[in-house]
């Protein structure tokens, strides 16, 4: 049997394409901060394919050591996986001058290391079998600056950036890299970043659409089935993704003429 390897698995897009895959005849390791959400999954998924092994981690994806401990202790009970989709993260808007310098910490922490610390431990692992998919999760704020991100966007700038060279470094290993760019899914992590968005970033960052996690995680693990390096989801990220450069002056008026208008 196939074993998926997810963090940020207990909700959201974690766990929209751990059903999915667990559908697919996978089993599952699942990592992620609450051990009662990750227990929720874990009953569920078993009780709705009986034929699912599922594993479960509580740790914070943050702490190096506590990660690559659940790692290998996922590695003894379930094997290498086959894939792997770092799917942990946190997003707080707020304004750079006002937001405390350990909030951008975190972000990196969780965002970015979490993400490296995941795939740097698991691909040398995978490459061992000369094949494996690994996933990982960016955004629509990595193409340009956004009013009100500065927390968050640098690290979903370093996700594009860091996908970017393992996409060629580990492709002579077997292993393919695809990365994501998902529109506002109904999460509850959209939930809590709602909790202090400000108002110019909410217009700004109106207009996608509020996608279901289940439509996102099917796009993520079909472009990770055909290898594909990308998978942007609606005309908008579709768009930013094949002319941002060209479209970030006017993208920084847009931005300039909400803000000016918010302010009065």
């Known amino acids: 049997m196939p074993v998926a390897y997810i963090t940020g698995g207990s909700s959201g897009i974690g766990l929209a394409a751990a059903r999915q895959l667990a559908e697919q005849g996978y089993s599952l390791a699942l990592f992620a901060r609450g051990k009662g959400r990750l227990d929720e999954a874990k009953n569920s998924l078993e009780t709705d394919f009986p034929a699912c092994r599922v594993e479960v ?3 914070d994806v943050s702490e190096k050591a506590e990660l690559l401990q659940a790692i290998q202790r996922a590695i003894a009970a379930l094997g290498v996986p086959e ?8 997003a707080v808007p ?3 001058i006002e937001q405390d310098c350990e909030l951008a910490e975190r972000h990196m922490a969780v965002n970015y290391y979490g993400s490296y610390h995941f795939v740097k431990a698991l691909a040398p692992e995978m ?5 494996g998919r690994i996933g990982l999760i960016s955004s629509g704020a990595a193409f340009f600056g956004i009013y009100g991100y500065s927390a968050y966007a640098p690290t979903k700038f370093a996700i594009r950036a860091l996908a970017e060279v393992l996409r060629i470094e580990l492709a002579p290993l077997g292993l393919s890299v695809t990365l994501c760019y998902p529109p506002d899914t109904e999460t509850p992590q959209l939930e809590e970043e709602k909790r202090t ?45 094949c002319f941002g450069g060209v479209l970030a002056p006017a993208l920084r008026w847009h931005q300039n003429r909400i803000v000016r208008k918010v302010e009065k």
């Open 57 to 59: 981690f509580p740790v």
């Open 83 to 90: 894939v792997a989709i770092a799917s942990a993260g946190v």
């Open 94 to 96: 707020g304004l750079f």
């Open 127 to 131: 490459a061992k079998s000369g094949h």
């Open 197 to 241: 968005k400000p108002r110019a970033t909410q217009i700004i960052t109106d207009g996608g659409g509020l996608w279901q996690p289940e439509d996102v995680a099917k796009r993520l693990l079909r472009g990770m089935h055909r290898g594909a390096a990308t998978v942007a989801i609606g005309w908008q990220l579709k768009m930013l993704l």
